[in-house]
């Protein structure tokens, strides 16, 4: 997650998830990168967004083999997992309160 403190409403904060497996035998070819942007505006509910992983940091990652575009993760099963992560992260860390 990275974000400037008090700023959560202009430009926001970005998450980079590396998803997939991380057990014993596991290695960055059983991983990918999907990037949101968390918004928190004045007056407003939070937004979470898929966004390009291409584009972020995470994308050259020695992490993960992939780094999806939005495309590639909205309207997929995947984004389901996506979001149930972001919501179980959000709920739990108390900087975004």
């Known amino acids: 997650m990275h974000w400037t403190v008090g700023h959560l409403d202009d430009p926001g ?6 998803l997939g497996s991380w057990g014993e035998g596991s290695t960055s070819g059983d991983r990918v990168a999907v990037s ?13 967004m898929v966004i390009d ?10 992490l993960v083999s992939a780094a ?10 995947l984004a389901r997992q996506v979001f149930d992560i972001v919501d179980a992260i959000l ?7």
């Open 36 to 48: 949101l942007l968390y918004r928190q505006p004045e007056e407003s509910p939070p937004a979470v």
């Open 13 to 18: 904060a970005n998450l980079d998830l590396a």
């Open 53 to 62: 992983a291409t584009d972020r940091t995470v994308a050259k990652s020695d």
């Open 68 to 77: 999806l575009r939005r495309r590639d993760v909205v309207g997929t099963p």
């Open 91 to 97: 709920l739990q860390d108390p900087r975004f309160f």
